[in-house]
């Protein structure tokens, strides 16, 4: 799975939108971006993924690069409980031989300022 | 709510002991995995069941084991406790066996001392 890079923290204003990058310059090309969040202690909750099209669910938006080397995860609204943080992994999607974990890296605290 | 559910969510036990953590999948999910999650080393991914058989396998030592029922229900056995076996267990599920989203549970705190 290819390697993501994430800023370590990073503050966003409450009622704000949030934008938080992540670079994975060596991604192939049935590598999937994947955004997970940890909030406390709590176990990782699922945001969402996208292959090369910017995708949008009711919690966040994903936007991809056209040559898919970075990504930006987008919460267009964030409130207190927002601070968490955030994981973007890249991992092949369905295939015959498995890739069945998650790469977690180290992740960006994102911290909502009231 | 993921729909994964885990017990206990808190375990105290000391060196030596042997414990063992539940997981339940989301309904109709035939994957479980399990992940630990320490100050040190951070989230890493120990095992994984499709279906009651092993399908993958990470950074899981020999002391500890996994298995997977019949109802799709997953245990993680930990022997031989040790103080840097602290951490949180976390369960996820998924659809397949590969590829899919995985849902995680609420995890098991484990502290030994």
């Known amino acids: 799975d290819a390697k993501t890079t994430q800023p370590t923290s990073m503050d966003c204003a409450e009622g704000r939108a949030a934008n938080l990058p992540c670079n994975h310059s060596t991604i192939s090309g049935n590598e999937y971006v994947y955004w997970y969040r940890q909030i406390h202690s709590q176990g990782p909750q699922y945001i969402i993924h996208?292959?090369?099209n910017n995708e949008t669910n009711e919690m966040a938006s994903l936007i991809i690069t056209e040559d898919r080397k970075s990504s930006t995860l987008i919460l267009p609204h964030a409130t207190l409980r927002d601070t968490a943080v955030y994981y973007c992994i890249v991992r092949v999607g369905l295939s015959n031989f498995g890739n069945e974990k998650l790469t977690f890296g180290t992740g960006t605290r994102l911290t909502i300022i009231p | 709510d993921s729909g994964v559910t885990q017990t206990p969510k808190h375990l105290i036990t000391a060196t030596g002991q042997r414990v063992t953590l539940r997981c339940s999948p989301r309904s109709g999910d035939l994957s479980v995995y399990w992940y630990q999650q320490s100050l040190d080393q951070g989230l890493q991914f120990l095992i994984q069941y499709y279906n009651g058989e092993e399908r993958a396998k990470g950074n899981i030592l020999e002391r500890f084991s996994a298995q997977q029922f019949p109802d799709l229900h997953s245990e993680l056995n930990l022997s031989s406790l040790e103080l840097g076996d602290s951490a949180l267990y976390f369960c996820?599920?998924?659809?397949?066996?590969?590829?899919?989203?995985?849902?995680f549970g609420p995890g098991t705190r484990l502290l030994v001392l």
């Open positions: 996208g292959l090369k």
């Open positions: 996820a599920s998924s659809v397949g066996w590969t590829g899919e989203t995985q849902y």
